[in-house]
């Protein structure tokens, strides 16, 4: 697949790195230094590159999300259209100080999201772990127990292409199921980043969900 990544920071940064080492096309976009691209995409694989947020949604199969949720509306602007794209968003509308959520209870940030883009196909994924943990657990892929990820959109090709990307980075994808229930996922969140980062054990933290079976 394609990938188009707008907002190269922390989580967007490592995503778009795996995603090219799993081998598929990618096009880092929206950092404040051209140079940190180009460096993304050198040290990424030879399937990557560095361009601006148009050029990452151009011809993209997925545009993932990764900014601010302050910067949101101008990262969509940059990329211009994004109509039948699928969005998958890491996004989580945190309050410009990051101290707590800016939407919640009723609405959701995925929820916000999908009314600025009603044409694009927009999954929520990838938010509810901490970005530390994902080169772990992408060279843990390979073991039988993965942990799991959750995902969920309105949309159903959107979020088979999003399982599909879960799946290539070393997660089990769990359907969590429509957009609304980021109003549960994007609180839950706050409590992984609470264990990550203010916990003992450091943050290279994901979760498994178990469905155990009753012994016959
Ligand atoms: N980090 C995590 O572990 C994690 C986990 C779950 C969810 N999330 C969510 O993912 C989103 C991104 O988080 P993050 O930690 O990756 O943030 P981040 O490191 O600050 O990354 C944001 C990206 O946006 C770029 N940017 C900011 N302002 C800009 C501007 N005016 N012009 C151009 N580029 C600009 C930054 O550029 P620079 O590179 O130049 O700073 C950076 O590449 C947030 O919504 C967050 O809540 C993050």
Redesign the pocket.
């Known amino acids: 697949m394609r990938i188009g990544i707008l907002?190269?920071?922390?989580?967007?940064?490592?995503l778009g790195t795996l995603f090219a080492r799993a081998g598929h096309e990618v096009v880092f976009s929206?950092?404040?230094?051209e140079r940190?691209?180009k460096r993304l995409a050198r040290e990424a694989a030879m399937n990557a590159s560095a361009g601006t947020p148009a050029d990452a949604a151009r011809g993209a199969d997925a545009l993932l999300?990764?900014?601010?949720?302050?910067?949101?509306d101008?990262?969509l602007k940059q990329a211009g259209s994004v109509a039948g794209k699928v969005i998958v968003?890491?996004?989580?509308?945190?309050s410009l100080d990051?101290t707590g959520l800016a939407i919640a209870r009723t609405d959701s940030?995925a929820e916000a999201l999908a009314r600025k883009v009603p044409r694009a196909g927009v999954v929520a994924a990838?938010?509810?772990?901490?970005?530390?943990v994902l080169y772990r657990v992408f060279a843990n892929r390979h073991r039988a127990a993965r942990p799991s990820l959750i995902y969920y959109g309105d949309h159903a090709g959107a979020k088979k292409v999003a399982a599909r990307l879960i799946r290539d980075l070393g997660f089990d994808p769990v359907d969590a199921g429509p957009l609304r229930i980021g109003r549960y996922a994007e609180p839950f969140?706050l409590l992984?980043?609470q264990l990550?980062y203010e916990g003992h054990r450091g943050?290279e933290l994901a979760y498994r969900l178990e469905w155990p079976r009753r012994k016959r």
């Open positions: 907002g190269s920071g922390l989580i967007g940064g490592k929206y950092a404040r230094s940190k691209l999300l990764a900014v601010h949720w302050s910067r949101v101008d990262v968003t890491c996004s989580l509308p945190m990051d940030g990838f938010g509810t772990v901490p970005s530390e969140t992984i980043a990550a943050p």
